[in-house]
């Protein structure tokens, strides 16, 4: 079993930035994929950014080249950098851990981003 609880969200002016982070509990972090979700109210969940076990990322379109997803394996702890903030990126963001190969097991309870004009 793995738990997730992430930290950072908040209320931050467009154009600013925030630092989420998630830490992980259990023994074996470092094969799990990790990623970031957001959910935005009437909106269907979608996923922000990803890290695989080995390092690689991959990003969203409304992601890239704002945001940067890390992980410290040491610290069983994954991270996501978000800078020039829009009003759109407000939603609940949720950190997962799971497969490489077939998506989230493990959910979060989610960190409340707002982004206001």
């Known amino acids: 079993q793995v738990q997730l609880v992430e930290s950072g969200g908040g209320l931050v002016q467009a154009g600013g930035s925030l630092r989420l982070s998630c830490a992980a509990s259990?023994?074996?972090?470092?094969?799990?994929?990790m990623g970031w979700y957001r959910q935005a109210p009437g909106i269907q969940r979608e996923m922000v950014a990803t890290?695989?076990?080995?390092?690689?990322?991959n990003y969203s379109d409304s992601a890239k080249g704002r945001f940067t997803i890390s992980r410290d394996n040491a610290k069983k702890t994954v991270y996501l950098q978000m800078n020039s903030l829009k009003p759109e990126d407000t939603a609940v963001y949720y950190c997962?851990?799971?497969?490489?190969?077939?998506?989230?097991?493990?959910w979060g309870q989610g960190t409340q981003v707002t982004v206001s004009s």
């Open positions: 997962t851990a799971g497969s490489d190969f077939d998506g989230p097991h493990y």
């Open positions: 890290v695989s076990s080995g390092g690689s990322t």
């Open positions: 259990g023994s074996i972090f470092r094969i799990f994929a």
